[in-house]
T-cell receptor, first 111, second 113 residues
Framework: QKEVEQNSGPLSVPEGAIASLNCTYS??????FFWYRQYSGKSPELIMS????GDKEDGRFTAQLNKASQYVSLLIRDSQPSDSATYLC???????????FGKGTHLIIQP | EAQVTQNPRYLITVTGKKLTVTCSQN?????MSWYRQDPGLGLRQIYY???????DKGDVPEGYKVSRKEKRNFPLILESPSPNQTSLYFC????????????FGPGTRLTVT
């Protein structure tokens, strides 16, 4: 059974600070890694994808992948109140059954 | 606009009354999937489809059926809904068949009384 683990939070971060979200996964054969943002009652929205070890930056977001440690992280710089949401880590690859999602980390940005 | 659409968005029904939730995508994606999301349990995959006429069970398929007669449509059928199927349902599609990014529809909130 593939597993994706996230701290459920809530993670409270002051506005303007860096928010750091973490995720670990169990399947060493995983090849693709995603971060989704989900506002309450809304659908998950893809914000970052990463496929190889290292960092990938997109605006205020940086995804980090360490396959040896089976660890994925998301950094949000200059956090804004609009970043308050649940962040889902998703892992895929190696099988025909799509993505496995973590249960999400609830992030609160305090003004 | 590239999108995944679902209908209805909200549905209240009674136990045993058959219902269908439609899902359609206009991105020519081969892969489509259904999830349910429940508090504390996260997103769980119900069924997925690699292509037309190819469907397979996900993690929680009991009580659900799907069909994929056309590439763009992937309806979810509850033939005899029960209260434990009360949930928030999402359809998603992906341009690749294995492990690639998925794009979600707006969701259908289903209540079975």
């Amino acid at each position: 059974q593939k597993e994706v683990e996230q701290n459920s939070g809530p993670l409270s971060v002051p506005e303007g600070a860096i928010a750091s979200l973490n995720c670990t996964y169990s399947d060493r054969g995983s090849q693709s890694f995603f971060w989704y943002r989900q506002y309450s009652g809304k659908s998950p929205e893809l914000i970052m994808s990463i496929y190889s070890n290292g960092d990938k930056e997109d605006g205020r977001f940086t995804a980090q992948l360490n396959k040896a440690s089976q660890y994925v992280s998301l950094l949000i710089r200059d956090s804004q109140p609009s970043d308050s949401a649940t962040y889902l880590c998703a892992v895929g690859g190696g099988g025909a059954d799509g993505l496995t999602f973590g249960k999400g980390t609830h992030l609160i940005i305090q003004p | 606009e590239a999108q995944v659409t679902q209908n209805p968005r909200y549905l209240i029904t009674v136990t045993g009354k058959k219902l269908t939730v439609t899902c359609s995508q206009n991105m020519n994606h081969e892969y489509m999937s259904w999830y349910r999301q429940d508090p504390g349990l996260g997103l769980r995959q119900i069924y997925y489809s690699m292509n037309v006429e190819v469907t397979d069970k996900g993690d929680v398929p009991e009580g659900y059926k799907v069909s994929r007669k056309e590439k763009r449509n992937f309806p979810l059928i509850l033939e005899s809904p029960s209260p434990n199927q009360t949930s928030l349902y999402f359809c998603a599609s992906s341009p690749r068949t294995v492990g690639y990014e998925q794009y979600f529809g707006p969701g259908t909130r289903l209540t079975v009384t």
